[in-house]
């Protein structure tokens, strides 16, 4: 008579089979609510080209009045619209490089300032001082002539 | 061997053990693990009931768990709540699992509390020391049926429109006090957006808050007293101590557990086969759809109302049958104190009959409501009353001739 217990094989067995079903339950209940909790497809897709809410002769009118039109959706994005004082029209993805905030175009100082954290960026949207680490993406722009006279700001993604 | 020498300090502790003191000295797990040792649950006839209570406890859990998810996705306005659990249904991946899941275990619950407060009832588990076990399980079961009442509104369709139109018109005819409460619930005098998003709040988290709370004192209460024994049982092993018992831990536990998965394939499969259904979108100047009519578990209030006349003894039909309910609901909260033989194991004859009429009335009530049973007022009375004295005569015949020891 021997008191150290030997093996038993079918238990061992029927142990693992346990172990594998409490394994595979896990499984089939952390799944679905995985699949769950990750986001949906989008459901607007993103535009290649829009047009400004504005065109440049209300950008001029606004900017002498000192407004500054708001950025607008381009691709889900915001969309900053700048018009230089030489006449030239640029478009930038308004998203800080820094933290992701949305910036603005300053009129008095000629700049392109992100409010969270003080960066400053040049009308080129180079980083000019403070945390922004790369420059602004940059949108390719193209003036079209309206029927009464007036040119509409198109803004598309550069090639 | 070659150990280091702060290991030969400690020969006896098995790996992990370190851990295990750590944690216990900052914890006071053993504590935890003594409480959990001295737990036991008695073994006999009706110990198939101990399970119910934490059935209820494992649903309650898949209901928060599924609620959290679907929060999620969900939007409490009537411009976008429909859509909102439209896109659960169909955009989000096993959207309509989570939905599905979350509607049937709702009514399981609801099911299995039933179940809970009946065979509390049958054992006269509810006497003395644990009167309160029961007040605060009657408590939790008026919040659940509260919980299946606001979660209704909020896919808003149609018929949670409607339902919710008339489950708040019916509190308002609650004497005196109804006009105040209608306006209160609906957050105004018609059901609006106001209401939905009042709704959500109790719903997710007035509702849950107080829920927690009651259910911490109905379990404390439960540990404190442990699981009471039916007398016939003390009776037949001569005393509470010489019944016989399983440790809570793991023995009972694991048997907890085995019903606890069980319930959640048969919840997998009932969302599988039966996905639930979401219906039209509210329109607040529609009719009212065809057959429409409350769940299951309102279905005998909602017959009632139905078969009741215009007006009843001077009353309004619906200030009637809420006075009705509610003294029901009055005489089950006090049936511990009605019972005063309870105490010493003596017999219970009024309360036993006036149960089973309950009972037999629920189900031809219910019956009625499905469309099923075509009965006036009189004829349910007469038909459930009916059901109850055979089903007494039977019971008292079987424990005459049978020779029963366990019928008082």
């Given at each position: 008579m021997s008191d150290s217990p030997t093996p038993v094989p079918r238990r061992n067995w029927l142990l693992r089979l346990l172990q594998w079903s409490i394994a595979a339950s896990v499984a089939a209940i952390f799944y679905p609510v995985v699949r769950f909790l990750w986001p949906r497809p989008a459901t607007v897709s993103g535009a290649a080209e829009v047009t400004a809410p504005f065109t440049v002769e209300e950008l001029k009118a606004r900017y002498a009045r000192g407004e500054v039109p708001p950025p607008f959706n381009f691709d889900n994005k915001p969309c900053l619209v700048v018009l230089l004082p030489d006449g030239e029209i640029r478009a930038f993805n308004a998203i800080c490089t820094h933290v992701a905030c949305t910036v603005a175009f300053r009129l008095d100082k000629k700049d392109i300032f992100c409010n969270c954290h003080n960066g400053v960026y040049d009308l080129n949207g180079q980083p000019v001082s403070g945390p922004p680490p790369r420059p602004l993406q940059a949108y390719k722009v193209i003036r079209r002539r309206l029927p009464n006279g007036q040119e509409e700001i198109v803004v598309s993604r550069t090639a | 061997m070659s150990h280091a020498p702060l290991e030969s300090a400690l020969p006896a502790m098995p790996p992990g053990s370190r851990w295990k003191t750590f944690l216990d000295e900052r914890l006071g797990l053993d504590a935890l693990a003594q409480l959990a040792e001295k737990k036991r649950v008695p073994v006999h006839r009706a110990t198939v009931f101990y399970f119910l209570g934490g059935m209820a406890l494992f649903l309650f859990g898949i209901q928060v768990v599924t609620g959290i998810l679907l929060s999620l996705y969900y939007k409490p306005s009537p411009d976008q709540a429909f859509e909102s659990v439209r896109a659960i249904m169909t955009e989000v991946e096993f959207g309509w699992l989570i939905r599905s899941i979350h509607s049937w275990s709702a009514n399981l619950l609801i099911g299995v509390l039933y179940l809970h407060l009946l065979t509390t009832f049958i054992v006269r588990a509810y006497r003395r020391p644990r009167e309160f076990t029961w007040i605060t399980g009657l408590v939790l079961l008026a919040l659940f049926l509260a919980f299946g009442f606001s979660g209704y509104l909020l896919p808003w369709n149609q018929l949670a429109f409607f339902a919710t139109k008339v489950g708040t018109d019916i509190a308002g005819g609650v004497p005196l006090v109804g006009k105040y409460m209608l306006l209160l619930a609906r957050s105004g005098e018609e059901v609006t957006g106001d209401t939905l998003a009042r709704f959500y709040s109790l719903h997710v988290v007035i509702l849950p808050l107080v829920t927690l709370a009651v259910l911490g004192v109905h379990l404390y209460l439960v540990q404190k007293h442990g699981m009471s024994i039916p007398h016939p049982v003390i009776r037949r092993y001569g005393g509470e101590e010489k019944v016989p018992s399983i440790p809570f831990v793991p023995h009972?536990?694991?048997?907890?557990?085995?019903?606890?998965?069980?319930?959640?394939?048969?919840?997998?499969?009932?969302?599988?086969?039966?996905?639930?259904?979401?219906?039209?979108?509210?329109?607040?100047?529609?009719?009212?759809?065809?057959?429409?009519?409350?769940?299951?578990?309102?279905?005998?209030?909602?017959?009632?109302?139905?078969?009741?006349?215009?007006?009843?003894?001077?009353l309004e039909n619906k200030q009637a049958v809420v006075l009705f309910f509610s003294l029901v609901g009055l005489v089950v909260l006090l049936v511990p104190?009605?019972?005063?033989?309870?105490?010493?194991?003596?017999p219970r004859r009024v309360l036993s009959f006036l149960a089973t009429w309950a009972v037999c009335a629920f189900v031809v009530q219910t019956g009625v409501g499905l469309g099923l049973l075509d009965f006036h007022l009189g004829t349910s009375v007469a038909t459930s009353g009916i059901a109850a004295v055979v089903l007494a005569a039977g019971y008292v015949a079987y424990c005459r001739f049978a020779g029963r020891e366990q019928c008082s």
């Amino acid at each position: 008579m021997s008191d150290s217990p030997t093996p038993v094989p079918r238990r061992n067995w029927l142990l693992r089979l346990l172990q594998w079903s409490i394994a595979a339950s896990v499984a089939a209940i952390f799944y679905p609510v995985v699949r769950f909790l990750w986001p949906r497809p989008a459901t607007v897709s993103g535009a290649a080209e829009v047009t400004a809410p504005f065109t440049v002769e209300e950008l001029k009118a606004r900017y002498a009045r000192g407004e500054v039109p708001p950025p607008f959706n381009f691709d889900n994005k915001p969309c900053l619209v700048v018009l230089l004082p030489d006449g030239e029209i640029r478009a930038f993805n308004a998203i800080c490089t820094h933290v992701a905030c949305t910036v603005a175009f300053r009129l008095d100082k000629k700049d392109i300032f992100c409010n969270c954290h003080n960066g400053v960026y040049d009308l080129n949207g180079q980083p000019v001082s403070g945390p922004p680490p790369r420059p602004l993406q940059a949108y390719k722009v193209i003036r079209r002539r309206l029927p009464n006279g007036q040119e509409e700001i198109v803004v598309s993604r550069t090639a | 061997m070659s150990h280091a020498p702060l290991e030969s300090a400690l020969p006896a502790m098995p790996p992990g053990s370190r851990w295990k003191t750590f944690l216990d000295e900052r914890l006071g797990l053993d504590a935890l693990a003594q409480l959990a040792e001295k737990k036991r649950v008695p073994v006999h006839r009706a110990t198939v009931f101990y399970f119910l209570g934490g059935m209820a406890l494992f649903l309650f859990g898949i209901q928060v768990v599924t609620g959290i998810l679907l929060s999620l996705y969900y939007k409490p306005s009537p411009d976008q709540a429909f859509e909102s659990v439209r896109a659960i249904m169909t955009e989000v991946e096993f959207g309509w699992l989570i939905r599905s899941i979350h509607s049937w275990s709702a009514n399981l619950l609801i099911g299995v509390l039933y179940l809970h407060l009946l065979t509390t009832f049958i054992v006269r588990a509810y006497r003395r020391p644990r009167e309160f076990t029961w007040i605060t399980g009657l408590v939790l079961l008026a919040l659940f049926l509260a919980f299946g009442f606001s979660g209704y509104l909020l896919p808003w369709n149609q018929l949670a429109f409607f339902a919710t139109k008339v489950g708040t018109d019916i509190a308002g005819g609650v004497p005196l006090v109804g006009k105040y409460m209608l306006l209160l619930a609906r957050s105004g005098e018609e059901v609006t957006g106001d209401t939905l998003a009042r709704f959500y709040s109790l719903h997710v988290v007035i509702l849950p808050l107080v829920t927690l709370a009651v259910l911490g004192v109905h379990l404390y209460l439960v540990q404190k007293h442990g699981m009471s024994i039916p007398h016939p049982v003390i009776r037949r092993y001569g005393g509470e101590e010489k019944v016989p018992s399983i440790p809570f831990v793991p023995h009972f536990l694991l048997r907890d557990m085995v019903g606890w998965y069980v319930a959640l394939g048969l919840l997998a499969v009932l969302a599988a086969l039966f996905p639930w259904e979401l219906g039209v979108k509210a329109d607040p100047f529609g009719s009212a759809p065809e057959a429409i009519r409350p769940e299951w578990y309102f279905l005998f209030m909602f017959a009632t109302l139905e078969q009741t006349p215009s007006h009843v003894f001077g009353l309004e039909n619906k200030q009637a049958v809420v006075l009705f309910f509610s003294l029901v609901g009055l005489v089950v909260l006090l049936v511990p104190f009605l019972d005063r033989a309870a105490a010493w194991g003596g017999p219970r004859r009024v309360l036993s009959f006036l149960a089973t009429w309950a009972v037999c009335a629920f189900v031809v009530q219910t019956g009625v409501g499905l469309g099923l049973l075509d009965f006036h007022l009189g004829t349910s009375v007469a038909t459930s009353g009916i059901a109850a004295v055979v089903l007494a005569a039977g019971y008292v015949a079987y424990c005459r001739f049978a020779g029963r020891e366990q019928c008082s």
